[in-house]
Nanobody
Framework: QVQLVESGGGLVQAGGSLILSCIASGSTASFHIIGWYRQAPGKQREMVALISNLDSTNYAVSVKGRFTISRDDAKNTVFLRMSSLQPEDTAVYYC????????????WGQGTQVTVST
């Protein structure tokens, strides 16, 4: 069982920046895809950014150019650098790690709150 622990959330003014971290209890290199998702009050959870074990990335249209996902497998950590934050970015941000094929698995962290004020 792998545990994911997110940190770095908080309250920031519009236009500000935050860096979220997701530390895994196991090797992040063992997962095919690691991603950040978010869920705002009353809304469904949505994908924010994904990074593969080949370092290819994918972003939601709403965050492209403002957010950057990266991974440091030596530290079993995935980062989400967020800049030019807007109130609509307010949500609980979750880390997800998934592997596919035989023995497929997926894990979620407990989430970290990001609140962007006007």
């Amino acid at each position: 069982q792998v545990q994911l622990v997110e940190s770095g959330g908080g309250l920031v003014q519009a236009g500000g920046s935050l860096i979220l971290s997701c530390i895994a209890s196991g090797s992040t290199a063992s997962f095919h895809i690691i991603g950040w998702y978010r869920q705002a009050p009353g809304k469904q959870r949505e994908m924010v950014a994904l990074i593969s074990n080949l370092d290819s990335t994918n972003y939601a249209v709403s965050v492209k150019g403002r957010f950057t996902i990266s991974r440091d497998d030596a530290k079993n950590t995935v980062f989400l650098r967020m800049s030019s934050l807007q109130p609509e970015d307010t949500a609980v941000y979750y880390c997800n790690a998934a592997s596919y094929g035989f023995g497929a698995s997926t894990y979620w962290g407990q989430g970290t709150q990001v609140t962007v004020s006007t």
